[in-house]
């Protein structure tokens, strides 16, 4: 596949669908459990209600703020630690903005919001995976 035609990918067509999520009111204990048990790098925080804003956890939250200072993880609560609000991609936004959006905010993934619903989280790596994927392939 040409290289124009991965470049006009759109976050829908990468983005992973199956979020895993996480109470605000979970242990960091906890929430790292899933993250390996489901073996991916990031957790969104659950919303308190429909007005309220998503969260998200990483494994760089738990060593920043939870590690660095020594805190049990067993009594740290996600909602102590997590990132929120968060800055979220639109679906129908195409490879190189998102790739250019991260790097000008310096994250690394990104929830997937449309019409006010949770579809999906892309990351840095989805965006690399693209570029290698055999779909997008030439040969």
Same mark, same amino acid.
């Given at each position: 596949?040409?290289?124009?035609?991965?470049?006009? *990918?759109?976050?829908?067509?990468?983005?992973? %669908?199956?979020?895993?999520?996480?109470?605000?009111?979970?242990?960091?204990?906890?929430?790292?459990? #899933?993250?390996?048990?489901?073996?991916?790098?990031?957790?969104?925080?659950?919303?308190?209600?429909?007005?309220?804003?998503?969260?998200?956890?990483?494994?760089?939250?738990?060593?920043?703020?939870?590690?660095? #200072?020594?805190?049990?993880?067993?009594?740290?609560?996600?909602?102590?630690?997590?990132? #929120?609000?968060?800055?979220?991609?639109? %679906?129908?936004?195409? *490879? %190189?903005?998102?790739?250019?959006?991260?790097?000008?905010?310096?994250?690394?993934?990104? %929830?997937?919001?449309?019409?006010?619903?949770?579809?999906?989280?892309?990351?840095?790596?989805?965006?690399?995976?693209?570029?290698?994927?055999?779909?997008?392939?030439?040969?």
């Amino acid at each position: 596949m040409e290289s124009h035609r991965i470049y006009s *990918l759109r976050a829908r067509e990468i983005m992973n %669908p199956d979020i895993v999520m996480v109470s605000p009111l979970s242990t960091v204990y906890e929430a790292v459990q #899933k993250m390996i048990g489901h073996g991916c790098q990031v957790v969104i925080v659950d919303r308190a209600d429909e007005s309220d804003a998503y969260g998200i956890l990483t494994y760089q939250e738990v060593a920043y703020r939870v590690m660095t #200072k020594s805190l049990e993880p067993m009594r740290v609560r996600v909602g102590d630690i997590m990132v #929120k609000p968060l800055i979220v991609v639109n %679906p129908n936004l195409r *490879l %190189p903005f998102i790739a250019q959006f991260f790097a000008n905010t310096n994250i690394q993934n990104a %929830p997937v919001i449309e019409e006010h619903a949770l579809v999906g989280i892309i990351t840095t790596c989805d965006l690399a995976r693209a570029l290698v994927s055999d779909e997008n392939s030439d040969t």
